[in-house]
């Protein structure tokens, strides 16, 4: 049986993602293989800085179709990186860096060389810059898609925001029937795709407890008639709400539901890392092909010390390694 690679972008040359990878590849070792995407002079760097040893296997671009990739070495892409240190303070010098790493990835992917993308953490602030919200509209607007979601998956629960890296203040602004049925035909389709079975979605409402001071309830004039609707359709959904988020999270309401759709990013994210901490991957969907995120950021305060957990990026790459 034939695997194809996994392609994994190291993302932020600052940032625990390399410590995680390091820790992964010693602890397990998968069918597919893995090519890593990063720069050889910080690999050096970080592996001396970390006292851990493996064998560098250099790939050429040029050569892409007829390389020798090794499930025992480190795979590796080298993207020029000047540094000296280990690590240093996040800043917009390692932009280009990142850039040209997921431009690499997404030719591969184009040349049909791979299918799947793994990346490490980027700072929202210095690479993207206020121009997206985060990588997943980043990969959307590189791949000319409109519709996408962010399913943080879990096999016993998964939960999926409708508006992602939005401030608060703006998140009321968004929230439309559109916005949410996209999202919801996203969900579903990938669950009869992956999983072959339609998921039971659970919606939650905007407002605490789903009521409103102001005039406008969107709970009851956007989320409820939505989900009759789609209950209707010819698809027949299989979706319930609008459901308070502060009760939809226990444990008798949880387990009845694949799925938890929230409005907004810390209203589902804030629950699904206190019930699975890090056993939990951030899938992208309505991309051409499948993205996967570990479930952490560069966390700076953890750099060099060793102490990181690799469990998250562990989970994505199991989910990848298929044929």
Do not use: W
């Not at 990739?69 to 800043?91: G, H, P, V």
């Not at 929202?124 to 962010?150: D, H, Q």
């Not at 989320?223 to 444990?251: C, H, M, N, W």
Request: one cysteine or more; hydrophobic letters at 40%; aromatic letters at 8%.
């Amino acid at each position: 049986m034939n695997y194809k690679p996994i392609l994994i972008v190291a993302g932020e040359p600052n940032s625990v993602f390399l410590e995680i990878f390091f820790k992964t590849i010693k602890l397990k070792k998968f069918k597919s293989p893995l090519v890593l995407i990063a720069s050889l002079n910080l690999i050096k760097l970080q592996m001396k800085k970390l006292k851990f040893k493996k064998k560098i296997n250099i790939l050429n671009l040029k050569k892409i179709d007829n390389i020798n990739i090794s499930n025992n070495d480190i795979n590796l892409i080298d993207i020029n990186y000047k540094t000296k240190k280990a690590f240093e303070k996040i800043s917009t010098k390692s932009n280009k860096y990142i850039q040209n790493s997921f431009e690499v990835a997404l030719k591969l992917i184009n040349k049909n060389f791979s299918n799947k993308l793994i990346n490490g953490p980027v700072s929202k602030k210095s690479f993207l810059n206020n121009k997206f919200l985060g990588i997943t509209e980043y990969l959307a607007k590189k791949t000319k898609v409109k519709n996408v979601a962010m399913l943080i998956y879990n096999k016993d629960l998964s939960v999926s925001p409708v508006t992602t890296h939005l401030p608060l203040k703006l998140v009321n602004k968004k929230i439309n029937k559109k916005m949410i049925t996209d999202k919801i035909i996203l969900i579903n389709s990938f669950y009869k795709k992956r999983f072959k079975r339609k998921p039971k979605i659970a919606i939650t409402g905007l407002n605490p407890h789903c009521e409103s001071i102001h005039p406008f309830n969107e709970d009851l004039s956007i989320i409820k008639p939505l989900v009759q609707e789609l209950r209707r359709s010819k698809s027949k959904y299989r979706v319930d709400g609008p459901y308070a988020a502060d009760t939809i999270f226990l444990e008798k309401n949880r387990k009845k539901y694949d799925v938890i759709l929230g409005m907004y990013h810390d209203q589902v994210l804030a629950p699904i890392k206190t019930l699975f901490e890090y056993d939990a991957i951030n899938i992208t969907l309505g991309l051409p092909f499948i993205r996967i995120s570990p479930d952490h950021g560069p966390n700076e305060k953890m750099l060099g010390k060793n102490l990181s957990n690799p469990l998250s990026l562990i989970k994505s790459i199991t989910f990848l390694d298929t044929k």
